[in-house]
């Protein structure tokens, strides 16, 4: 009788203890969110509550790099300093795994909780990167739809091209030309571009010789897209022999940020450029039914 009464007691226990984990609330959203990157920036300020997020990057304010920079005058900005970070304590800080090194690992010795996103390259791994920082701000539901419209949109536009591939080089603002396995050169692949860049064996991003350039008589120079401030990306282009080609097109045909990060706002770059595509070198019309 006194074993079974020491059986129920445990059985009473565990079914107890089965029941409180069974009815413990899911962790909360965190309430005080920073973000020291440009890119985590815009996934954030794209998914969390306004009063959620507490400081953004000052980048983020940036008419040249960030899609968002209008928003972003809503919120306070930071420069990625531990210090800052320690005196407004958030529940969660996002930032990126080229940011300041030392602050991150500064953080996370004192005890905050940091989540680093890479720097993503490929337009096909932006949804997960949008569903990552959703659950992470506890806005699974809005991350999810906006992950799903962006890979429908990609999709119809994929689907809008055919074999003629116009092609195109592209600057960014130190005048280094953007190769393979950039952002820069998945957008231009998705729009139905070839990238000069690529093709002739640029890797990343460099300076890229202007002889080529003449040579290979692109369709299209894309150029920096700023306000204001000129750079380099929009000085390369001008010189005399680019200018002279007869059919080249050149300016900043990419809205200004809108391939700076793997944000949802990559889809407006391309818009833009699967636009200018179909109007320079349209697809016969049974070539995408």
């Known amino acids: 009788m006194r074993e079974r009464r020491k059986r129920l ?8 203890l089965a029941g409180a984990l069974l009815s413990a609330p899911v962790s909360a959203a965190p309430e005080r969110v920073m973000s020291l990157n440009l890119c985590t920036d815009q996934l954030a300020m794209t998914l969390a509550e306004p009063e959620q997020l507490i400081s953004v990057s000052f980048l983020a304010r940036e ?5 968002l920079h209008e928003k972003a005058q809503d919120f306070p900005v930071n420069r990625g300093l531990a210090e800052e970070v320690f005196l ?16 991150t690992a500064l953080l996370k010795r004192l005890g905050f909780r940091v989540e680093e996103f890479s720097f993503v390259q ?4 932006i949804p997960g990167e949008i569903r990552r920082m959703g659950a992470l701000l506890g806005q699974e539901a809005r991350a999810e739809k906006l ?5 429908r949109e990609l999709d119809a536009i994929a689907k809008s091209q055919c074999d003629i591939r ?5 600057y960014d603002q130190n005048g280094v030309a953007l190769g393979s396995g950039t952002l820069a050169d998945s957008v231009m692949q998705a ?6 860049a690529a093709d002739l064996g640029l890797v990343g991003v460099a300076p890229f010789p202007l002889e080529q350039v003449i040579a290979a008589r692109p369709d299209v120079i894309v150029t920096s897209a700023s306000e204001g401030t000129p750079t380099l990306g929009e000085h390369v282009p ?4 680019i200018a002279a080609l007869p059919d080249t097109r050149i300016g900043a045909f990419v809205p200004a940020g809108a391939w700076s990060c793997g944000s949802p706002a990559v889809i407006e770059a391309v818009r833009a450029l699967a636009s200018l595509r179909a109007e320079i070198a349209p697809c016969p019309q049974d070539a995408t039914q």
């Open 9 to 16: 007691s445990r059985l009473s226990g565990l079914t107890f």
């Open 63 to 67: 008419s040249d790099l960030s899609m």
């Open 88 to 103: 407004e304590k958030p529940d969660l800080v996002v930032t990126g795994t080229y940011s300041l090194h030392n602050t």
């Open 122 to 125: 490929t337009l096909d791994t």
């Open 147 to 151: 992950a799903d419209d962006f890979s």
């Open 166 to 170: 116009p092609t195109m080089i592209a």
């Open 191 to 196: 729009a139905g571009f070839a990238n000069l």
């Open 238 to 241: 001008r010189h005399p022999a």
